[in-house]
């Protein structure tokens, strides 16, 4: 009997494991590529990206209220002392795509984390008429256009609150993407009255509720505020949870524990900071330096701002108006001024985009 038990049991773990190995602790595909099909997905416009595992590209037309996840099959690891470096981009870009620069708009700019490539997406055009372009930097400089026939995708649509949202010819359905803990973080505005928003969408896609609605205290207006939206945010582990560190226009920063960020929820994040009135966060990321962790921050108005993250977890909330600047600490890397966009591309250093008098310059530089 006691052998037959052991026997039982054996079959038991083995079965475990080869569940585990399979579809993850999660329950999930351990190559999440499988969960994609072929074909060619319809971008009515192309905004937010962010990069998943096994080099999947999260894309955001806020156009047509959808997340896309295209596998670029770009996976293979390059050498780590390349740079990723080129000057006047968007006139390159304009060249390759037949038109000038000032008929093209980059939008986003994302580091594959496997290949160190760099994706960009880009608007051709200007307006209604304007078309979405996907292009792909290599570390020599090699520009290219990404194909999107017949390529392994999955798409999710938003609910159909999302579908119109604009403000001052700006659409705001989607404004940035996050992966974290086999789920993509979307951020943006619904049309209903609490309408900023951040939802959860398990990966792979099935379907998208219609998130949780947020709201801050934003210290530089004194008040409450539940209808701007996100500008721009990164998953942070704080107290060995997940959360999203994200900034709104006049740069407060504030936290959102992904585990509350459920569907009907009315959640009101931790203001951690006011970084300035007058000044729209544009793009940042997180990084360790000498056993300290620090958030960097391209802006519209002043140089990149580096912001001491030590004590995020214990920092007394800002929760009446203030003056000036409050919560974390920071500094202003003055000589990095007109970043527009900016990721890491490894331990030590980071890419950005800079714009002198209109032309774009992609440059590599070392983790203040």
Excluded: W
């Excluded at 659409?171 to 992966?179: P, R």
């Excluded at 793009?283 to 360790?288: A, F, P, R, S, V």
Aim: proline share 4%; with cysteine.
């Amino acid at each position: 009997m006691l052998r037959q038990r052991s026997f039982v049991l054996q079959i038991i773990c083995v079965m475990i494991a080869t569940s585990t190995m399979f579809f993850g602790a999660r329950g999930y595909a351990a190559n999440l590529t499988d969960s994609l099909t072929k074909g060619t997905p319809e971008l009515k416009s192309i905004g937010a990206l962010a990069f998943a595992p096994e080099g999947i590209l999260l894309i955001g037309d806020s156009k047509g209220a959808a997340v896309i996840a295209l596998a670029t099959g770009d996976t293979e690891s390059r050498s780590p002392k390349g740079e990723l470096k080129l000057d006047a981009i968007n006139e390159k870009i304009a060249s390759m795509l037949g038109t000038s620069k000032d008929q093209i708009l980059i939008n986003d700019m994302k580091v594959n984390p496997l290949s160190g490539n760099l994706y960009l997406s880009v608007s051709r055009g200007k307006g209604e008429d304007a078309s979405p372009v996907l292009c792909k930097m290599d570390r020599e400089g090699k520009l290219t256009e990404v194909s999107l026939k017949e390529v392994a995708f999955a798409k999710v649509m938003l609910p159909a609150s999302n579908t119109k949202v604009q403000r001052s010819k700006e659409i705001e359905s989607i404004t940035a993407l996050g992966f974290v803990d086999n789920q993509v973080i979307v951020a943006g505005l619904s049309n209903e009255e609490f309408s900023s928003r951040l939802r959860v969408i398990p990966f792979p896609f099935k379907t998208s509720d219609k998130g949780a609605s947020i709201e801050i205290f934003h210290g530089a207006h004194g008040r409450l505020e539940t209808n701007s939206p996100i500008r721009t945010f990164i998953p942070y582990t704080i107290g060995g949870e997940s959360n999203v560190l994200a900034s709104y226009t006049c740069t407060p920063l504030v936290t959102f524990p992904v585990k509350k960020l459920k569907e009907g929820e009315k959640l009101r994040g931790t203001t951690v900071a006011e970084l300035g009135n007058g000044n729209r966060p544009l793009d940042m990321i997180t990084y360790q330096k000498e056993g300290k962790q620090y958030l960097l921050m391209a802006n519209s108005s002043r140089g990149i701002m580096k912001v001491d993250l030590t004590g995020i977890e214990k920092i007394d909330p800002i929760t009446k108006q203030i003056r000036g600047t409050a919560g974390l600490k920071y500094d202003t890397i003055k000589e990095l001024v007109g970043i527009v966009q900016l990721d890491k591309l490894d331990d030590g250093r980071a890419v950005v985009l800079q714009n002198k008098s209109g032309t774009l310059n992609v440059m590599t530089i070392p983790l203040p």
